[in-house]
């Protein structure tokens, strides 16, 4: 019975690698192992040194042959053989250029999951993961996941997962859904996920930032109660004396309108009146957030501290959630702020007490 021949490559100085390192390709032996590619092509190696970097290849070599003479043949096959070639120049010089890991990276990455080799692994996960493209993302998932590398994995699903509409249109996912049902569902869950977590995101920012302006509320109802603002003040303040707009009148012009409405209104006294109703939740909120009541000048603050030490548990526990969710968002707030800023703001918090009624 014939067999195909085998095609050996001669031994040059660059066959290893090694031309541009610290080590000689002449010190090294005579090889005594051959690695058959596809081709029939066989690349000489050095059993010692593929030992020393690969335990696969070492229990390779270190399996009994049936005869004493016959040689010792390592079969690499189902790759290119260049990727081969440059897989064994890693073992030997621990490099692998731009050029091979651009052409032979899917290659490398599986080589080196096959036969152990964390450093090429390594390398090709973090190669691979900065040259993707929508073209190929399918195809590194798949080969990312065999290979499990978890970190290019969960890039390729993010990639996938931002630019879905453009990768469901390429060869490789129609490839997907043929051959691999089940990593199709994956894809898809964390897509849902991925949308879910956005929104939970978009939410959670949008509540932060309606507590953020309740405690800036809270801090122009004090300003305006204990110094006054453009149009409303203290009423022990002089009427005439001339005041300028606050740094944050944004917010504290809408407080004052607020408060000009609530002084006049007809409808307030039966609860018809939603502005009113507001400017009531905007006064018990700061009662319940403030730890002064008898000194606290803002108008009602120990009115509403009394009440609601009479009122159900039930309510009484909702305006404490509400309270911790407001002080949470300037805490955090307040973090962002340069130290020497924070340091004002919380001394004037300390030193603000209110008044007891305004001056319209």
């Not at 059993?47 to 043949?73: G, M, T």
């Not at 692994?121 to 993707?132: I, V, W």
């Not at 122009?220 to 001339?242: A, W």
Request: aromatic share 6%; glycine share 4%; with cysteine.
């Amino acid at each position: 019975m014939e067999t195909n021949p085998t095609v050996a490559i001669n031994i040059s100085d660059d066959l290893y690698g090694l031309s541009n390192t610290k080590s000689d390709p002449r010190d090294l032996p005579e090889p005594d192992v051959h690695i058959v590619t596809c081709d029939a092509l066989r690349i000489p190696a050095h059993s010692s040194i593929l030992a020393s970097v690969s335990p696969v290849l070492e229990n390779i070599i270190d399996r009994p042959r049936k005869h004493r003479s016959s040689e010792r043949v390592i079969p690499i096959t189902g790759v290119p053989y260049d990727a081969v070639l440059a897989f064994v120049r890693f073992l030997y010089s621990s490099r692998c250029t731009e050029e091979h890991m651009e052409k032979y990276g899917i290659h490398l990455l599986a080589l080196s999951h096959v036969y152990l080799v964390p450093q090429l692994k390594h390398r090709c996960t973090k190669e691979l993961g900065q040259r993707l493209t929508i073209e190929n993302v399918v195809d590194v998932l798949q080969l990312a996941k065999m290979c499990d590398a978890a970190d290019l994995y969960l890039k390729c699903l993010k990639l996938v997962a931002n630019h879905f509409k453009a990768v469901e249109n390429t060869e490789g996912w129609k490839f997907l859904q043929d051959h691999d049902p089940w990593l199709e569902l994956d894809i898809l869950q964390f897509i849902d996920e991925t949308e879910l977590r956005k929104k939970k995101t978009r939410r959670l920012r949008e509540e932060q930032r309606l507590y953020l302006q309740l405690s800036e509320a809270m801090e122009c109802l004090e300003h305006i109660c204990k110094e006054g603002c453009t149009s409303v003040g203290p009423y022990d303040m002089e009427p005439g004396q001339k005041r300028s707009p606050c740094s944050k009148f944004s917010t504290c012009q809408g407080l004052q309108m607020l408060i000009q409405h609530f002084a006049t209104c007809k409808r307030r006294v039966n609860g018809g009146c939603l502005r009113c109703k507001r400017m009531w939740q905007l006064l018990r909120l700061h009662s319940s957030m403030c730890d002064q009541p008898d000194s606290c000048r803002v108008p009602l603050c120990r009115q509403f501290k009394l009440k609601m030490q009479q009122e159900k548990k039930k309510d009484d526990a909702r305006w404490k959630l509400l309270v911790r969710k407001v002080v949470s968002a300037k805490t955090i707030s307040s973090l962002s702020l340069p130290k020497r800023k924070r340091e004002e703001e919380l001394g004037e918090t300390r030193s603000s007490h209110g008044i007891r009624s305004f001056r319209l």
